[in-house]
Every structure is written in structure tokens, then in C-alpha cells.
């Protein structure tokens, strides 16, 4: 009689190792403007992919970043303006605290850290959000660039004379070197706020790093050979865009130099994140994604902002490395 052997119980299924994750963000950059940024070219598109059509679903800062919050649509997660009773920070606790990115990546095993620019209107007094082990958004003067109070894991701190992108840059570094010790994976939000512009007793273009503000004096503004670069005819455009002047190209000129100079530090601050990755052994089993949180329009159909249906608006820089990208 033929023997049979004994059956042997499956083997239990590997769970698949889960990377690590850092969310680079800036304010306002527009897809153009990765050009200023060579270190984060090179360490992170070239390493991995440069997703060259990548759109925000919409084009404005608080309900952009709520949407990377919520992975919802503004109008399915109640935050669609900035500010006020349907938009903001208060918007977002309201209706989707509970159910966000915190919880989910907390749920999953996640350390989760943030540092940078939060949800516009959002302050120190505001009850820390579920699923963070370190959060440190900013509070007191959020676009000077210098002098910007951090909230600092509940002990609120103020840096001097340290630039903002140079804050975020440290923190998250130290982050990096304290969790890659730790058994469990672990994500990181840095939010930079260039090159969003700067608000120091009224507006005005961005502020660069001390050591970068020389560079770039000889920039034009490569806008200026588009079609629909201030127009003539705008009989086709909406009412409200038909009213508006031409963008003076003084301004606007002073805008682009400086937007490039406030990158700079930020693609420094992109190359020190993948330095402290490589060196803690954690550079190969992490997903780094760049983006912004949505375009910006530089003299387009007359336009220098945000906010509007048009493609620059949308069209974000968009770059990402990892396990599993080639």
C-alpha cells in the first residue's frame, strides 16, 4: 500500500515589509520652478521618477493640504476655502479628525512626525491632532522666514535668527537618526513654507536664506515668451480676470528672483533628508515623495496667484524614490 506523507501545514503569509515615508512639501511652487532646485533633481527624481503631469485637484493651499490629509476631494471633506466657518483648520478637525492620515498611519504601525506650515488659521490653542508622536507645525509669523515659533511637541519655541527651511531641516533630521533605531516604520512631513510669499508688516516676495540672497540677479522671468503671458485680448476670460491690469514686470521680476532664492535652502534641505536616510541604513526601505501643494500662475492671463481653474495652478512638481521605483 503506497505511503503518503503527512500534510504540512501552510506556511503563515509574510506580511510585506512596509517602508518608511517622507512627504517633502513646499507652498505655491510651481512645476517650472524645480529647475532651481538641482540637489533634489538629482537625489530624488533621478534616483527614482519625476511624474512630469502631476496635478493637485485643487489650487489652493489649505484645501490642497486637506486633500493630502483626507485623500478626498474639498467639497466631499467640508475644507474648501482658507479660512472662515467651511474652510481652514477648524473645518478639517470637524469633519475628518478621526478618519485622516494621522489615524491611519497610526492604525498600520506608524511613527508619525510633522514639522512645517499646517492647515491655514491653526494655532498653538488648537487640541493636537490624533495619530502624531511628533508635531511641530508653525505658529507666530508662519511667513516671515526668520522668527517663526514652532509649536515644538507642546513646548512652543522660537529659533532667533534661524531660517525657517533651516528649522524643518534640522527636526526632521534628528527624527531620522532617533526613529530608524526604533523596530517600527516610521512617516515624516516636512512642510516648507517657501516659495510661498513672505507676510512681514504687509506682503511682500519671498524671503531667501541670508547666504542665498545674491544669487539669481540676472533671472528673467522665462514666463514672459508664453502666449498666454499677459494678454492683450483677454475678451475670452471670465469677468473677473477681463477687469485686471497687466502684471508689471518690475514686480513680477523681483517675485521670481526671490521665489529662486527661497528654494534654495529647501533643495539643501532636501539633500541633508537623504544624507540622514543613507546614513542611518533606512535610505533603500523609505519612500521619499516631493510635491507642492499646488501651482502658481507668474504672469499668466495676467495673473500672478493661485486659485484659479488653469493648468499652472494645478500642475505641481512632482518627484518620488523608493522600494519598488526604478
Known amino acids: 500500500t503506497p505511503t503518503t506523507e503527512p500534510t504540512q501545514a501552510p506556511e503563515p503569509a509574510q506580511r510585506p515589509p512596509r517602508p518608511n515615508i ?5 507652498d505655491d511652487q510651481s512645476d517650472a520652478e524645480l529647475r532651481f532646485m538641482p540637489r533634489t533633481r538629482r537625489l530624488i527624481g533621478e534616483a527614482g521618477i519625476d511624474i512630469t503631469d502631476a496635478i493637485h ?5 489649505c484645501p490642497a493640504r486637506a486633500e493630502i490629509l483626507t485623500g478626498e476631494y474639498a467639497h466631499n471633506n467640508g475644507v474648501r476655502p482658507n479660512d472662515g466657518p467651511y474652510g481652514g483648520w ?7 479628525e478621526k478618519e485622516a492620515l494621522g489615524p491611519w498611519l497610526r ?7 510633522f514639522v512645517g506650515k499646517n492647515l491655514n488659521e491653526y494655532t498653538f490653542d488648537a487640541p493636537r491632532p490624533r495619530g502624531s508622536d511628533f508635531f511641530s507645525p508653525t505658529g507666530e509669523r508662519t511667513y516671515s522666514y526668520y522668527g517663526t515659533t514652532f509649536y515644538n511637541d507642546g513646548e512652543p519655541r522660537g529659533y532667533g535668527r534661524k531660517y525657517v527651511a533651516d528649522i524643518v531641516r534640522d527636526e526632521l533630521e534628528r527624527l531620522i537618526k532617533r526613529w530608524a533605531a526604533e523596530p517600527e516604520p516610521f512617516f515624516l512631513w516636512a512642510s516648507h513654507v517657501g516659495p510661498h510669499a513672505a507676510y512681514v508688516d504687509g506682503g511682500r516676495s519671498p524671503v531667501p536664506a541670508r547666504r542665498h540672497a545674491d544669487m539669481f540677479g540676472d533671472l528673467k522671468v522665462a514666463t514672459r515668451t508664453k502666449a498666454s503671458f ?10 473677473a480676470l477681463r477687469g485686471r491690469a497687466k502684471v508689471s514686470m518690475r514686480k513680477l521680476t523681483r517675485q521670481v528672483r526671490d521665489r529662486a532664492r527661497s528654494l534654495q535652502a529647501i533643495d539643501q534641505a532636501n539633500a541633508a533628508t537623504i544624507r540622514a536616510l543613507r546614513r542611518s541604513g533606512e535610505l533603500d526601505d523609505t519612500l521619499v515623495v516631493f510635491v507642492s501643494d499646488n501651482g502658481f500662475l507668474l504672469g499668466e492671463h495676467r495673473v500672478f496667484g493661485k486659485d484659479l481653474p488653469y493648468d499652472e495652478a494645478l500642475q505641481v512638481p512632482m518627484l518620488a524614490r523608493g522600494p519598488g521605483i526604478t
Open 22 to 26: 517622507v512627504l517633502i512639501t513646499t
Open 230 to 239: 499677459n494678454e492683450d485680448d483677454v475678451s475670452d476670460k471670465p469677468a
Open 57 to 61: 485637484p485643487h489650487p489652493l493651499c
Open 107 to 113: 492604525r498600520a504601525g506608524y511613527r508619525t512626525g
Open 90 to 96: 477648524s473645518a478639517f478637525v470637524a469633519g475628518n
